[in-house]
């Protein structure tokens, strides 16, 4: 008779650039001597997850420290599979993983999207810090616009409401206060992320899972988390396992250009 005996230790470790504990669940079934891992998302966006096994007398499909994208609202997605080398003989796994949001290992996007100025039409506001910013944009594509507190936010782009933080309402102008940052992140359709930070207490009118269009309403400005006065934190990304975030250059359209990269320093109408 063929045994199979199965020791099973399991650690999930999040990574602390989000304030949220993402809705997903790793899992494993017996089946046949065969050990098959599963993974349900619940998300409303793809996570990315990476394993390391540690196996005796097993192969595995996946692996070690390969990361697998788990696709947004998926079922008892496969993760990986387990079998015996030598059937009559005891085995035995264990594995650590980590994973975070989004479409880790994706590179290519839309690089021709013309973004939309976050703010109501007729307004002309200015860039207080810009790409590569001295004070906390260091090899960042980032943008700080100087809105007034409770001014409106704008979407800049279409897509899905994937996170809100909405309930801090501290401050302070050093990076021990990030954790406070209140914020919205939007997906869009080619899988990059838009981070809106610093507003206000209760300020999100959007919530997780909602479907904005360009121009629509997401929330009020605020000073909220790393931020030394009322500003909009602008900046859109694409997301690493490990927490890092490949920002990406945004052009917008403005009163005086159908497509420009914004500087600091300088102001920009919205006549549309």
């Known amino acids: 008779m063929k045994r199979i005996f199965l020791i099973l230790f399991l650690l999930i470790q999040t990574f602390l650039f989000s ?57 008892k997605f496969l993760i990986a599979k387990l079998a015996p080398i030598k059937p009559n003989e005891s085995n035995s796994f264990s594995y650590t993983n980590s994973y975070n949001f989004g479409n880790a290992i994706q590179e290519t996007f839309d690089d021709d999207y013309i973004y939309s100025l976050p703010y109501q039409e007729g307004k002309t506001q200015s860039i207080f810090q810009g790409y590569n910013g001295k004070f906390s944009h260091q090899n960042e594509f980032a943008l700080d616009f100087d809105l007034k507190m409770g001014s409106e936010i704008l979407a800049v782009r279409g897509g899905i409401v994937v996170e809100v ?15 406070y940052n209140n914020r919205i992140f939007i997906m869009h359709s080619d899988g990059t992320f838009a981070d809106y930070s610093h507003l206000k207490y209760r300020g999100a009118v959007v919530k997780k899972g909602d479907i904005v269009k360009k121009d629509q309403l997401i929330g009020y400005s605020g000073s909220t988390g790393f931020a030394s006065g009322p500003h909009l934190h602008f900046a859109v990304f694409i997301n690493r396992i490990d927490g890092k975030r490949t920002f990406i250059k945004t052009k917008f359209r403005t009163s005086e250009s159908e497509a420009t990269l914004l500087e600091e320093g300088k102001s920009y109408t919205k006549n549309y």
């Open 165 to 179: 933080i909405n309930n801090f309402n501290q401050n302070c102008p050093d990076i021990s206060c990030a954790k």
């Open 19 to 75: 304030q949220e504990k993402w809705n997903i669940q790793f899992y494993n079934e017996v089946i046949n001597h065969e050990v098959f891992i599963f993974a349900d998302n619940k998300e409303e966006m793809p996570m990315s997850a990476k394993f390391d096994f540690k196996l005796k007398n097993l192969t595995c499909t996946l692996p070690n420290d390969e990361i697998v994208v788990i696709p947004a609202k998926a079922k």
